[in-house]
């Protein structure tokens, strides 16, 4: 019996050897038509002489253990062969959302002291002046044809150290509860974690090794498409089909023309694809299972009935990852009804209500959770960067706080509730309220802001944004200052960060301290849209073209 392998990049090189010219990448033509790119499969043997031929330039270049180099090159096929490279020399990747803007690129680059990154020409301009700001001298090479890598600004600080389980594979940043975003430190281990994990479950979600063909718009700097897609595809020498994004309009045809087997969707995907009109070749596909979070209770059923395969709804943080992945694959999985499956083998959990107390069945609590044995805190993340009070607060009494609120059956089935963490969920992205809230109030006209999710029955949740302005003559009308207020967001933050909603009140609810009283905040901000004082500022949210 082989040993287990000890990095992602080992495990790929193994299967790469078996599988020889089978397909490991498929672009199809709507995401090489996105990117001017060939569409067509890539082999395992392929790809494989790509990434041993970048690695090569790296460790020339003097990158080795230890060191982080950030990936700005979107769901490319080029993110996978750079990953791979630098994986193999202990190198953690530091994959970077193509909508971030300035304030944003500063923070990151600064906080996780990338000295390289690669990047799209377009963004090179943008990431070399945050670096500059963030005080930190940024290389970037451009992915496809990098040239000569520039040489590593530091030591390999690592190097004297074995690669293995336990290294830093990859650096995500997740939107946490106090404002900026926090960067969870991911190991080999958690990856491979991830893989096995998805490999083991059967029932509803087998994968069938060498054969299933996993399909995800989703994007690779979420868990979501680089730990669970990408590593069950390399685990079980299958094909990832990792689309730029996704397209409503064309989706099926991406999922016919690719030949999925194995789907990975958020809740706004159902949502879109079921309001589009029935058509013939609805079910003319070969997907198996979806795996993902988040469909909307109303179209679970209806989905499965039309397009003929299970949603398979799971749940997951990036802390956690898969060694605390709740899923429901087998029945009875009570479609409609928000339930995510039962505790798994090996997984301890608890549901605690606000005070402490281990509550009863079917009420509603805080799901804590925690590897079973001697490590609790086995193949979940390392903890915050350079955050050790923040991963130790979450991390309080041996259990790790999720944040969300779930209830329990007598039968053990989990159901999803609602969000006791700060965090807005957007179309599958996290949205620290905090943050948008820093950057609002330094709009001219703001005296105070307060954000907090509004229902939206496509994405989930909507940025809602309660602004109480400062007293001025001659105040515009408020359309025109939602506008203003808006704009100023979307030139600092990421477009799906910016209010949808710009609600003007007189007062925000604060508690006695004279902070914001954030379940009050969120009880208003259900009712604000469509209020006389609420704009809806929703069309203005939209991703930025390329330049290129």
């Keep these: 019996m082989s040993t287990p392998a000890a990095t ?12 020889g010219d ?7 033509a709507v995401t090489a038509a996105a990117y001017a790119i060939d569409a067509g499969p890539r082999s395992w043997r ?6 041993e031929r970048l690695r090569a330039a790296y460790a020339q270049a003097g990158y080795g ?3 982080r180099v950030g990936l700005l090159v979107e769901n490319r096929p080029a993110f996978f062969t750079h990953w791979l490279a630098l994986n193999s020399l202990g190198v953690s990747i530091v994959p970077i959302h193509a909508d971030l803007r300035a304030t944003e690129l500063t923070y990151l680059i600064g906080h996780s002291e990338i000295g390289l990154a690669v990047t799209l020409p377009h963004r090179e301009g943008a990431l070399r002046a945050a670096g500059s700001e963030a005080g930190i001298t940024l290389d970037t090479i451009r992915p496809e044809v990098p040239g000569r890598i520039p040489a590593a600004r530091s030591p390999a600080r690592l190097a004297r150290e074995p690669i293995g389980r336990s290294t830093e594979c990859a650096l995500l940043y997740t939107s946490g509860t106090t404002g900026r975003p926090k960067g969870c430190r991911l190991t080999n281990g958690y990856f491979l974690r991830a893989g096995e994990w998805y490999l083991g479950l059967h029932d509803l979600a087998e994968v069938v090794p060498d054969i299933d063909r996993f399909i995800t718009p989703l994007p690779l700097s979420h868990m979501n498409a680089l730990a669970f897609s990408s590593m069950a595809a390399i685990l079980s020498g299958g094909c990832i089909v990792q689309l730029d994004r996704f397209h409503p309009n064309t989706w099926w045809q991406s999922v016919r023309d690719s030949r999925a087997t194995v789907a990975h969707y958020l809740g706004v995907m159902p949502a879109l694809l079921i309001a589009m009109p029935a058509s013939e070749l609805d079910r003319q596909h070969k997907v198996r299972f979806g795996f993902g979070a988040g469909v909307d209770p109303r179209h679970h059923a209806p989905f499965e009935e039309r397009f003929g395969f299970p949603l398979l709804e799971a749940w997951a943080m990036t802390e956690t990852g898969a060694a605390a992945c709740i899923m429901a694959h087998r029945e009875p999985r009570h479609v409609g009804t928000n339930c995510f499956g039962r505790s798994p083998a090996g997984l301890e959990t608890r549901i605690v209500t606000e005070k402490g107390a281990d509550a009863g069945v079917d009420v509603p609590g805080e799901l804590l959770v925690r590897a079973a044995g001697a490590d609790p805190r086995r193949d979940f993340f390392i903890g915050y960067l350079k955050d050790d ?7 309080a009494d041996g259990w790790f706080h999720t944040g969300d609120v779930v209830s329990r059956s007598a039968e053990g089935d989990f159901h999803f509730v609602d969000r006791r963490k700060n965090v807005i969920r957007r179309s599958g992205e996290n949205i620290s309220a905090l943050e948008v809230e820093s950057v609002l109030n330094q709009h001219p006209a703001v005296a105070a802001s307060g954000v907090a999710a509004t229902p939206d029955t496509v994405r989930g949740d909507e ?3 309660c602004i109480v302005l400062r007293k001025a003559p001659n105040t515009p009308p408020p359309e025109r200052l939602a506008t203003s207020i808006v704009r100023h967001a979307l030139e ?15 007062a925000l609810p604060l508690t006695v301290s004279q902070k914001i009283q954030r379940s009050e905040l969120r009880e208003l901000a ?3 849209p469509g209020a006389p004082n609420c704009i809806d500022t929703r069309a203005m949210k939209r991703r930025r073209k390329a330049v290129t």
């Design 46 to 51: 392929e790809v494989a002489g790509e990434v």
């Design 389 to 395: 009070e923040a991963t130790e607060a979450a991390w």
């Design 65 to 67: 253990h230890g060191h």
């Design 492 to 506: 600092r933050l990421a477009y799906f960060k910016a209010p949808g909603y710009v609600a003007f009140v007189e």
């Design 463 to 465: 940025v809602l944004a």
């Design 22 to 28: 089978a397909e490991f990448l498929c672009v199809e």
């Design 8 to 19: 992602v990049h080992e495990a790929f090189s193994r299967v790469a050897a078996r599988r």
């Design 526 to 528: 259900r009712t604000l």
